[in-house]
């Protein structure tokens, strides 16, 4: 049983490590030309690797892309999905996809926004969905008006960042997360209250 254990997280641990040196090698040909002109070949060669080992980890470049995308958030959010530290998450990510600007502008510009969105999206629904749950604490509200919330809010979220990505991410991130944060405050809890439905024992807490 130990044995199977400590092949199994052998196997998981090359596998991450192959992953990574095929992100090492997207991200070094994106620096080179567009997404639409590299090829699965131009990676494994890079990588030193053949086709069908980047197959057995991804099914095509766009599969690849969409993983280092939510590596990348997912490693920005980490831990930072409170109230009071969704802003520091949120800047996080902002902050990754300033870091990885050139990847992320030549993806931007290559694939549709709707992808982009797409890969954003659970991220982004996660952080706000952490900070929805802590709030409902205590409150009598549906998972469903929860998600409804948590969704509301990531559309915005996912707007401005789309918006500053298609700027070329001229603003500085701080004071995008400054002013967003300062529209949502207290607005989480106004719209559990809203939706919850013990009227008789909850009132509406300050901002």
Same mark, same amino acid.
């Given at each position: ?14 596998? =991450? ?7 090492? $090698? ?5 620096? =080179? ?16 690797? @053949? ?19 939510? !590596? ?14 969704? =802003? ?13 600007? #050139? ?13 982009? !969105? =797409?890969?954003?999206? #659970? ?10 749950? !802590? ?6 509200? @549906?998972?469903? +008006? ?21 700027? $070329?991410?001229?603003?500085? #991130?701080?004071?995008?997360? !400054? ?18 439905? +013990?009227? @008789?024992?909850? @009132?509406? #807490?300050?901002?």
């Amino acid at each position: 049983m130990y044995l199977s254990r400590l092949l199994n997280a052998a196997e998981v641990f090359m596998s =991450q490590m192959t992953k990574r040196a095929l992100e090492a $090698s997207l991200k070094k040909l994106l620096l =080179q030309k567009p997404l639409n002109k590299i090829t699965i070949s131009d990676i494994a060669e890079d990588c030193g690797i @053949s086709r069908m080992t980047f197959y057995y980890h991804f099914k095509d470049i766009y599969d690849l892309v969409e993983w280092v995308c939510v !590596e990348d958030a997912a490693r920005a959010l980490a831990g930072k999905k409170t109230y009071d530290t969704w =802003q520091e998450g949120f800047l996080n990510i902002f902050q990754a996809v300033l870091d990885n600007k #050139p990847f992320i502008m030549n993806v931007y510009r290559t694939v549709s926004r709707e992808r982009i !969105e =797409q890969y954003l999206n #659970p991220l982004i629904h996660n952080l706000v969905l952490g900070v929805v749950e !802590e709030k409902a604490v205590g409150l009598t509200v @549906s998972e469903a +008006d929860k998600n409804f919330i948590a969704y509301f809010y990531e559309y915005a979220l996912i707007g401005v960042m789309l918006d500053w990505i298609n700027g $070329s991410m001229k603003e500085y #991130p701080a004071a995008i997360v !400054e002013r967003t944060s300062k529209v949502l405050h207290g607005s989480v809890i106004r719209a559990l209250n809203a939706f919850c439905t +013990d009227k @008789s024992l909850h @009132s509406l #807490p300050n901002d």
